[in-house]
């Protein structure tokens, strides 16, 4: 059974960082790309970057400067590092991992984590 537990989320106050940790465990054979999302309250959820196995990155324009994705593929294990963080930036920030082969599937499916709460306030 595959899970993608996230860790690091908190409370920071404006300008402060956090690092965001995901890891997918289980049976799994490849991961096309790992990112992260997140949903703000009356929001809908949005991409906020990803990257794939290659480490090609895609970010949202209202985090480029300020967050970093990484990848650890031999760890399945996705990171998010936040900096100069804005009181925007509050939601509830989701793992995703995007086409998850697991061990002996013809095909890949999308996995999510439960998320991890981020609070920028002061």
């Known amino acids: 059974q595959v899970k993608l537990v996230e860790s690091g989320g908190g409370l920071v106050q404006p300008g402060g960082s956090l690092r965001l940790s995901c890891a997918a465990s289980g049976s799994i054979f490849s991961i096309y790309a790992m990112g992260w999302y997140r949903q703000a309250p009356g929001k809908q959820r949005e991409l906020v970057a990803a990257?794939?196995?290659?480490?090609?990155?895609n970010y949202a324009d209202s985090v480029k400067g300020r967050f970093t994705i990484s990848r650890d593929n031999a760890k399945n294990t996705v990171y998010l590092q936040m900096n100069s963080l804005k009181p925007e930036d509050t939601a509830v920030y989701y793992c995703n991992a995007d086409q998850l082969i697991v061990a002996g599937a013809a095909h890949g499916m999308d996995y999510w984590g439960k998320g991890t709460l981020v609070t920028v306030s002061s």
């Open positions: 990257i794939t196995s290659y480490g090609s990155t």
